[in-house]
């Protein structure tokens, strides 16, 4: 699905991804975790295609700057940033329009159903809370159903009812066979989700294990990131093995 | 066409909901112009009874016979001098051409196409992906489309802006068919022709950017130079043309009206276009319009087949604009620069030892701190103890050119001429770059709401640190314009006009900021600033125009700075208690 290769990211003179690579297969719960400035997000930016950068991304075998690749992605930034003078309704539209979809009334009317935001079709980007930004800013990067979704602390300013839905929306993506690219700080947010993890340090990958490698291990994701960062154990987790399976296939 | 139907939607959404959001603003906007209307037809009436019996009367042939002749073959009716130099080459003296009208009309929109242009060159040069916003980041980016498409979208809304933006100046087509003489048909050409001019400033500055997005050191040279590479080319040819025995009228009459001069793409045709539309010859003047327009499409085009890559200096300058409207609308970010990081620069050093220049507050308390704030940040942020800023230079370097070329090219001696032609200039470069709330920064921050002072302190002191900025930014080129003009008093009248003018117009943009919602699109908050600001912008044109003129201009001059001064105290009266309710 997602193939990082080699990427380097340099501002100036200093790296923010330093050799990263790592391999997404096809479906699933994939968690990007880090401490502050490990280079989380200058990777999802990366793969995005917002940067310019040294290495290889592909998505499906496409460059991820291509057009191909980009009708497969989604994207939820951590901050929300909305038109001030387009409505709730008019943003959906326009995400609508922009990535010229069809038939999407029906789904656009269940996501804002389900993220409590019907009843403000009509108010304005400006007008809207923090919290409610954040739910309209997930619609519109669930509005085109994309096969990798990327997300950028997804939960920061949901309330209670919100998380749950996204929680939920999740498990149903995963049924589907998409796959979501989670970035967090919040392990325990992602806890129960997850099927993959990686762990970043310093603009490297330090860790890449999925869920059953940790449940043979008998440990807890939190455990192995605070062992990791914290280079308490002298494992190298940095290898994958879907990473390896993937490549066999 | 896909990503031009969408740019075309989301503008008319844009557009329509902030006419329902502020409908209450638009319907203020209609009766305070239907107030200009009015004050404006008691002033042209007026103006119109000084002027026709002042006017000597003019020959009926000599009015039909207004039209445009190339000087170089022009047979002059009046007195003429032949001299005879020691290097055998006549011109001629005490030559007033038949057409001196259409001679300033020419030079006047040439000026003003090369300075949009210029200034669209060094912006695009700067920062010219500055034009998209977070949400364009965020929705469009990640979107199944070329960046060029992106591009486009975000062009045609900039465009779109611009030609709103420009619509204004159809407020002085009373002003250009009343005072200035010209055909109603001219007119309307000429606001046709600044709002096509917008247009073209706006598609050459993302061009700028777009071509020489990969060549950093171009770049850096036209963000600094690009009005002089403009600008300089037109002197040149005046010069050369002088130098070369023209005469005076002839070298300007070749640079700015001569079959090569209205070829060079935009600012020749629409000059051109504008004096067809003078001299009656309409279809001319639509063509040259629509020759204008084609060569801007073409201009899109190109811009469009340019492989680009400018996703992440759009991010970066993006999330900068986002950091500056949200320490706006919420936390105070602290510091004078919002929290705006200036890592990764070209000026980063700059920046860094202007930071590290220790700021002491020592005798500015209470709310006088704002006036120390901005007199303090002038004196870390620029050279000679923040006596010569940018704004400074821009002032001084227009100055310089308009006297040097008035006083020693066009050899003017009246020093009222000069006096006249370089405030009107100053006014109008005044009034353009003003529509930024001058108190933008103060009003950020959460901590102006809550030190204990009365409001109409903390306004007012903050305000008086910004006519004080712009005062001492306005000495040097005052100076420039008292050796023009000869005439001490004179220069310090004029000064005081400025400086009033300034703070009048900073007081426009402050009451509009506060007192009505900051949701409004940025082209409506400037057009009720034009209209607010031509309330008493229109009598003091008059009075000025009519003081000047004559030999006692001291007490009309004063009856001007008068009435700037009480119009920014209207100005500044509701404002004080709008910001006791708090932020909106």
């Known amino acids: 699905m997602l193939e990082v290769n080699h990427v380097t990211k340099k501002y100036k003179k200093e790296k923010a991804c330093d050799d990263v690579t790592f391999f997404l297969p096809e479906g699933g719960i994939h968690v990007l975790l880090g401490p502050n400035g490990a280079g989380k997000s200058t990777i999802m930016k990366s793969i995005i295609g917002f940067l310019k950068y040294s290495g290889e991304i592909k998505i ?50 269940e996501l804002l159903e389900r993220f409590e935001l019907a009843d403000k079709k009509k108010k304005f980007g400006d007008e809207l809370s923090k919290g409610m930004q954040q739910k309209l800013s997930l619609c519109c990067a669930l509005l085109p159903k994309p096969a990798l979704l990327l997300m950028d602390e997804p939960m920061i300013g949901l309330d209670p ?68 960062t914290e280079g308490l154990s002298g494992e190298d987790m940095s290898e994958s093995a879907p990473e390896e399976e993937n490549k066999e296939k | 066409m896909k990503m031009l139907g969408l740019a075309l939607w989301y503008m008319w959404h844009t557009f329509i909901n902030g006419i329902k959001r502020a409908w209450k603003v638009v319907a203020a906007m209609i009766g305070i112009f239907a107030l200009c209307l009015v004050i404006g037809i008691v002033v042209g009436t007026v103006v119109d009874k000084y002027v026709d019996d002042g006017e000597t009367s003019v020959s009926e042939e000599e009015e039909e016979e207004n039209h445009y002749v190339d000087l170089a073959t022009y047979v002059p009716k009046g ?49 010219g992906a500055s034009i998209f916003l977070m949400p364009d980041i965020n929705f469009l980016f990640p979107s199944p489309n070329r960046p060029q498409s992106v591009l486009m979208f975000r062009m045609i809304g900039q465009i779109g802006t611009a030609m709103l933006g420009g619509l204004y100046i159809m407020f002085q087509m009373p002003n250009l068919v009343g005072n200035a003489g010209l055909p109603i048909r001219a007119a309307v050409i000429m ?69 090569a001069a209205i070829s060079v793409p935009f600012c020749g045709w629409l000059t051109a276009s504008c004096i067809y ?55 105070a970010a602290g510091g004078t620069n919002f929290g705006v990081s200036h890592e990764g620069k070209a000026d980063a050093k700059k920046w860094e030892k202007r930071r590290n220049r220790a700021v002491v507050f020592d005798g500015y308390e209470g709310a006088k701190v704002f006036f120390g704030k901005t007199m303090l940040n002038r004196k870390r942020m620029h050279p000679l103890g923040g006596l010569y800023s940018t704004t400074c230079s821009f002032y001084l370097w227009m100055m310089v050119g308009l006297v040097g070329v008035m006083k020693y090219l066009a050899n003017v001696d009246d020093g009222i001429v000069i006096a006249i032609i370089a ?60 050796i023009g003009i000869g005439d001490p008093l004179l220069t310090v009248l004029l000064y005081l006009l400025f400086v009033s003018m300034h703070l009048f117009f900073g ?61 920014s105290m209207l100005a500044f009266w509701p404002c004080p208690y709008h910001l006791h309710k708090g932020k909106r």
Request: with cysteine.
């Open chain 1, 60 to 109: 499906n075998g496409y460059n991820n700057k291509s057009l191909e690749a980009k009708k497969i992605i989604g994207y939820m930034p951590e901050i929300p940033s909305l038109y001030a003078n387009l409505t709730v309704d008019e943003h959906m539209e326009f995400v609508a329009k922009a990535y010229r979809l069809k038939d999407y009334t029906d789904y656009k009317n």
């Open chain 1, 161 to 228: 009812h919100a998380i749950k839905e996204l929680k939920k929306m999740m498990h149903e993506m995963k049924e589907n066979g998409q796959s979501l690219f989670i970035s967090t700080h919040i392990i325990d947010s992602m806890d129960q989700l997850w099927d993959h993890a990686i762990i970043m340090q310093k603009g490297q990958v330090k860790g890449n294990v999925t869920h059953e490698q940790l449940q043979e291990m008998n440990k807890t994701l939190e455990e192995v990131f605070f062992e990791i």
């Open chain 2, 79 to 127: 007195d003429i001098e032949f001299v005879e130099t020691e290097d055998g080459l006549y011109f001629i003296e005490n030559f007033v051409p038949h057409n001196v009208g259409n001679l300033i009309i020419s030079i006047v929109v040439y000026m003003l196409a090369l300075l949009f242009i210029g200034l669209g060159i060094m912006g695009g040069a700067k920062n």
């Open chain 2, 191 to 259: 606001v046709i022709a600044y709002i096509v001019l917008q247009l073209v400033s706006k598609m050459v500055s993302v061009f700028t950017y777009v071509a020489f997005q990969n060549h950093p050191k171009i770049k850096k040279f036209l963000s600094k130079y690009g009005l002089f590479v403009m600008v300089l080319p037109a002197i040149a040819a005046v010069v050369l043309k002088y130098l070369l025995g023209w005469g005076y009228f002839d070298s300007v009459n070749a640079a700015f009206t001569s079959t």
């Open chain 2, 277 to 331: 539309a003078v001299e009656g010859e309409m279809l001319l003047s639509i063509m040259m319009l629509v020759v204008t327009l084609v060569g801007t499409g073409v201009l899109m085009y190109v811009t469009w087949q340019i492989p680009c890559d400018f996703y992440e200096d759009a991010l970066a300058s993006a999330t900068e604009i986002a950091n500056i409207q949200e320490a706006a609308q919420n936390v």
């Open chain 2, 423 to 482: 405030s009107v200039a100053t006014l109008m470069a005044m009034f353009f770059r003003s529509f930024m709330n001058p108190l933008q920064a103060e009003l950020s921050q959460n901590f102006i709401y809550m030190i204990p002072e009365k409001p109409s302190a903390l306004l007012g002191w903050g305000m008086l640190g910004q006519m004080v900025d712009g005062a001492i930014d306005l000495i040097p080129a005052s100076i420039v314009l008292g």
């Open chain 2, 507 to 567: 007081m426009t943009a402050l009451v509009v900021n506060l007192v009505v919602a900051n949701y409004l699109p940025i082209y409506i908050s400037n057009m009720l600033q034009s209209l607010i600001r031509a309330i008493p912008f229109l009598p003091v044109a008059v009075i000025f125009i009519i003081g000047i003129s004559s030999t006692n201009y001291v007490v009309p001059l004063l009856i001007c700075i008068a009435i700037n001064v009480a119009a």
